[in-house]
């Protein structure tokens, strides 16, 4: 079963720096998708990016961007110029691509979650 | 484009009630979710929906049962509620199997 883990509970960061949040999964297939959500007290899961295994630039979106390290199995987000609406949890999340079978269709496993408090 | 509607938002059950957690979206997703999350955990999927007719359990099925009563509507039942139910439900789908799973804004189940 595929395994995903966010070694950090808590990070922290002051507005207008930069912060790093850390995921790595366990997985054999070899391909996939991998997502980081963020998701404010409301408890609303907002995608923030989204990365397909197959591809080898690490995706970009605004000031948030990814590395991805497909033979470590690490999948980190890069928060840059953090801004105070950043503060939230965020969730690494793995997909499998569906197999004929149907029996990975669609599951996304979500790893235990990072809460980013950004101090003014 | 309301996307994906869930209801009730809040529900205070007692032990051994019933109830169905309701949810439409109008997305024109094929498959479609039921996950929970637990306090300090992130979500767990209880069942999901391929696509219209079907449905399968997921990692936490235990205690639940679910209807997928059209592409647009998929129903999440507790049959016989449990306090270990107490929980933030949500409802999600997504158009091909490659494509972002998008969320409801969550269903708050307390169960005394």
């Keep these: 079963a595929q395994t995903v883990t966010q070694s950090q509970p808590e990070m922290s960061v002051q507005e207008a720096e930069t912060v790093t949040l850390s995921c790595t999964y366990d997985t054999s297939e070899s391909d996939y998708y991998l997502f980081w959500y963020k998701q404010p007290p409301s408890r609303q899961m907002i995608l923030v990016i989204r990365q397909e295994a197959y591809k080898q630039q690490n995706a970009t979106e605004n000031r948030f961007s990814v590395n991805f390290q497909k033979a470590a199995k690490s999948f980190s987000l890069k928060i840059s110029d953090s801004q105070l609406g950043d503060a939230a949890m965020y969730f690494c999340a793995y997909r499998p691509f569906p197999n004929a079978g149907g029996t990975s269709y669609g599951k996304l496993t979500f790893g235990q979650g990072t809460i980013l408090t950004v101090h003014p | ?112």
Aim: charge should be positive; charged fraction near 15%; include cysteine.
């Design chain 2, 1 to 112: 484009n309301a996307g994906v509607t869930q209801t009730p938002k809040f529900q205070v059950l007692k032990t051994g009630q019933s109830m169905t957690l309701q949810c439409a979206q109008d997305m024109n997703h094929n498959s479609m979710y039921w996950y929970r999350q637990d306090p300090g955990m992130g979500l767990r999927l209880i069942y999901y929906s391929a696509s219209e007719g079907t449905t399968d359990k997921g990692e936490v099925p235990n205690g639940y049962n679910v209807s997928r009563l059209n592409k647009r509507e998929f129903s999440l039942r507790l049959e016989s509620a449990a306090p270990s139910q107490t929980s933030v439900y949500f409802c999600a789908g997504a158009n091909r199997p490659g494509n972002t799973i998008y969320f409801g804004e969550g269903s708050w189940l307390t169960v005394v």
